[in-house]
Structures are given as C-alpha cells and as structure tokens.
C-alpha cells in the first residue's frame, strides 16, 4: 500500500494521493510508497507516456529535464518505485485503463485523469538527482529536476531483474 493513498473507512482509494500523507513525506523526505526516510542523493520516480517521452527526447537532444508543471505524485526508493511500476495495473502496462479518476472534477492538475484513461506507450521509472516540493493549503506540488537514470519500458514486468538486483544491493 503506497505511504500517500488515502483511506475511506477500511477501503483504499488507490487513484487519490491523502494531502497529510503526501505533506509529511515532502517534509520529512520520506518514500512515497513505504513511507521510510530516504537518504540525501537521487530519488525516483515512475512517470507515464507524455513524460517519459520527453525525458527521452531532452536525453537524446542531450538538454536537461525538469518537470515544468508540478506532479502531485512524489518521490521515493529506487526499489520502491521499480516495484511499484509492476505492481500498479496502470503504469504497469500501456493498454491499462484507469478503473477511477484521479482527482475531484474541477481539479485543474488531474482533470484529465478521468476513468477509462489509457496510459498509453513507454512508461518509465526515473531517477532525479533532486527534488523541490511545495505544500499549499489543499495540494503538495514537486517538481524533479538532473535526470540520473532513465529506464523506460512498455511493460513494466521488464523491471523484475533490476529489481531483484536493487534488492541484493539493498541486502548486503
């Protein structure tokens, strides 16, 4: 269960990021997904088709990308954002369809989240040498910036041997 998913009685509500959740972990610097502290240094992220095709493109043209429009999803550990990429159904495959929207109707940021949105080609899990956050009155915004790792993939499941290694790494 990802740190920030918000709870409505005993059931998670996966597509919604929880405000107080999402606060504490910009200002503690916390993993988004196991909610445990991450140390100074590259954070990641996993990032969709229109994304991940501009990181490829900045990459390939050999200019720097930093996300222009601030996400609302934050970072975390390497492991855990590869884990993540594979086991959500949405970033996990390009055919996937979003079974609920991502925000309320008129939230300008996720709007265009809607029920049934397909996440279409490359996906990516990516890492940023740093992060900036800023908590607002209803949202938490970041922007990721100096690209160090780009692994894209169109189903996520190519990921399971870099995980396994980041693991033993994380072992020993």
Request: with cysteine.
């Amino acid at each position: 269960m990802p740190a920030i998913t918000p709870w409505e009685g005993e059931e998670p509500r996966f597509a919604l990021t929880d405000y107080e959740r999402s606060a504490a972990c910009a200002r503690k610097r916390l993993c988004s997904v196991c909610d445990q502290a991450m140390p100074q240094g590259p954070v990641w992220r996993v990032v969709g088709a229109a994304e991940s095709a501009a990181i490829a493109e900045a990459l390939a043209a050999g200019r720097p990308y930093r996300n222009l429009e601030p996400t609302l999803e934050g970072p975390g550990h390497r492991a855990c954002m590869l884990y993540a990429s594979m086991v959500c159904p949405y970033l996990a495959r390009p055919n996937a369809r979003r079974g609920t929207p991502a925000a309320e109707p008129d939230d300008d940021m996720t709007s265009h989240v809607v029920r049934g949105a397909v996440r279409g080609a490359m996906g990516a899990v990516v890492g940023f040498g740093e992060y900036e956050y800023a908590v607002t009155s209803s949202r938490v915004l970041f922007r990721f910036l100096d690209v160090v790792e780009f692994l894209p993939h169109d189903t996520a499941d190519e990921h399971l041997d870099e995980l396994r290694a980041e693991l033993d790494r994380m072992a020993k």
